[in-house]
Structure formats: C-alpha cells, structure tokens
C-alpha cells in the first residue's frame, strides 16, 4: 500500500522555525516529484514548493522564498519542508504530494492538481 505522512507540525511563534516530514512507504520517492501545499481556513490549496525527481529543480511561492527551504532524503525516503521566519499567514494545513511522469515545466508550476498521491496534512498555526 503506498502512502505519504506528514509530520512536524505544531504551533510557533511569529519568527520561528518548523521542519515538515513526509515520509513514503510502498514506493520511493526517487521516482516521483514532490510538492508541499497548504491551504489555509476559507482559502483554496495553494502550492508552496516542488521539486523534481532529481531534485536539480525546485520552485517556491514568491510568498516564502528566502524563508522555506525543500529537500529530500532518499536513504530515509523523506522530503522535508523547511520553514524559517514563519508568519502568522503561514498558518494551514500542510499537505505533501507526488507525482510520476511530470514535465519540469509542470513541476515548476506547483499547481495542486497536478499532484496525484497526498498525504493527510499536518497542522501548523505560527501566532503568538
């Protein structure tokens, strides 16, 4: 059975710093890009980072560059979602996902409904 779990999440305070886990069983996480999403209450899914299979390419929303940071780790078969300087905008729901056989263009984008396969979220709320 393939699945993806988030974890890591929590609350902070305005300023501090979070790292998401996604963990994959069933599959590896060399064969798929990897995004991160969140969506906050009221608001749609929005994309906040992907990267490539290879992990060469990698996209940020304008609204958190410099801040988070993607990676993963194939030997633990986890990607992460670094968050540094976190705001109370930041705060949602925070969901990873994968999909096979995606062009770098498309990977680029970080559009939701590109990705097939989701974990169940993990909650980060940043207020003080």
């Known amino acids: 059975q393939q699945q993806l779990v988030e974890s890591g999440g929590g609350l902070v305070q305005p300023g501090g710093s979070l790292r998401l886990s996604c963990t994959a069983s069933?599959?590896?996480?060399?064969?798929?890009?990897i995004g991160w999403f969140r969506q906050a209450p009221g608001k749609e899914r929005e994309g906040v980072s992907c990267i490539s299979r290879s992990g060469r390419s990698t996209n940020y929303a304008d609204s958190v560059k410099g801040r988070f940071t993607i990676s993963k780790d194939s030997a633990k078969n986890t990607a992460y979602l670094q968050m540094n300087s976190l705001r109370p905008e930041d705060t949602g729901v925070y969901y990873c996902?994968?999909?096979?056989?995606?062009?770098?263009?498309?990977?680029?984008?970080?559009?939701?409904?590109?990705?097939?396969?989701w974990g169940q979220g993990t909650q980060v709320t940043v207020s003080s």
């Open positions: 069933g599959f590896s996480l060399d064969l798929d890009a």
């Open positions: 996902a994968t999909a096979r056989q995606i062009t770098i263009p498309t990977i680029l984008r970080c559009n939701p409904g590109d990705f097939g396969s």
